[in-house]
């Protein structure tokens, strides 16, 4: 998939530099539990697929250090120019579409990427391929259809809008080939693809300030899209918006679920 291929939420948009900070405020932390889990440290050679934003980029270098290398990688770098120094090299991959990087990395990760790439099976496959025998890969993905509302709790008309905005965001998403229930298979396929000490857990924010701002951002983003497709007015969105920035709402996103392996 290139930039133009119509994919909903491309870097590029104004609103994407939100959503990064947004993610980075509510994942950060179980991902760099994970990492820490994994044993990253110096010397370490990093391949950050669909990096994005830079958070995950600079806390990967930080770790590895002047004698370890971090490759960024995404179909998109315009956001990634900050950290473009060693030692993170920066290049523009789509893990999709083309051959793994070479070079034997201790690490792989991919956070809320693969729910957007067509051809999930050949990413992951590429992604093991570019690890060295007993590295490791930690994919992290949302599941939007384990829980598939901006508000769980529907107790007013406001929780109701948000709700069916949502329905309608998934609707355009799977409309551009997302699996909305991928985050739930990937410890099943790790281990399918060979993969050794296959764990996996969870992350499910409930309300945030970085909840509310990832609405905000997304809703945003998306809203040429709900309007023309007719899944919601303008109307619709100018009241979800204002309900949103009102604060009165507990905003949820969908689970974040992480699992990882090490390759034989």
Not at 88 to 98: F, I, K, P, S
Request: net charge negative.
């Amino acid at each position: 998939m290139t930039p133009s291929d119509g994919y909903l939420l491309d870097n590029r948009q104004a609103e994407a530099g939100e959503r990064f900070d947004a993610f980075a405020s509510l994942f950060d932390p179980a991902t760099f539990r994970h990492l820490e889990r994994l044993g990253i440290g110096p010397g370490w050679r990093c391949w950050e697929v669909g990096a994005g934003g830079t958070s995950v980029v600079s806390w990967l270098a930080g770790k590895a250090g002047p004698t370890g290398t971090v490759l960024a990688t995404d179909i998109d770098t315009s956001r990634l120019d900050t950290v473009a120094r060693p030692p993170v090299e920066v290049r523009t991959h789509d893990v999709g579409a083309e051959e793994p990087p070479a070079g034997g990395f201790d690490l792989v990760h991919a956070r809320l990427v693969l729910v957007h790439v067509p051809d999930r099976e050949r990413a992951v496959r590429s992604m093991i391929e570019a690890l060295r025998p007993g590295g490791l890969l930690l994919i992290e993905d949302a599941d939007p259809a384990l829980q598939p509302l901006t508000c769980p709790d529907e107790h007013g008309p406001e929780e109701r809008l948000a709700n069916r905005l949502r329905q309608g965001f998934r609707r355009l998403l799977a409309e551009r080939g997302a699996d909305l229930s991928y985050g739930r298979r990937l410890p099943r396929l790790l281990r399918e693809a060979g993969l050794r000490q296959v764990e996996a857990d969870a992350y499910f924010p409930l309300t945030s300030p970085a909840c509310t701002a990832l609405e905000l951002a997304t809703v945003r983003q998306i809203r040429v899209r709900l309007v023309e497709a007719g899944l919601a007015t303008d109307e619709d969105i100018d009241r979800h918006l204002a309900n949103v920035a009102a604060g009165g709402m507990d905003l949820a996103t969908a689970p974040m679920i992480s699992a990882w392996g090490r390759k034989a």
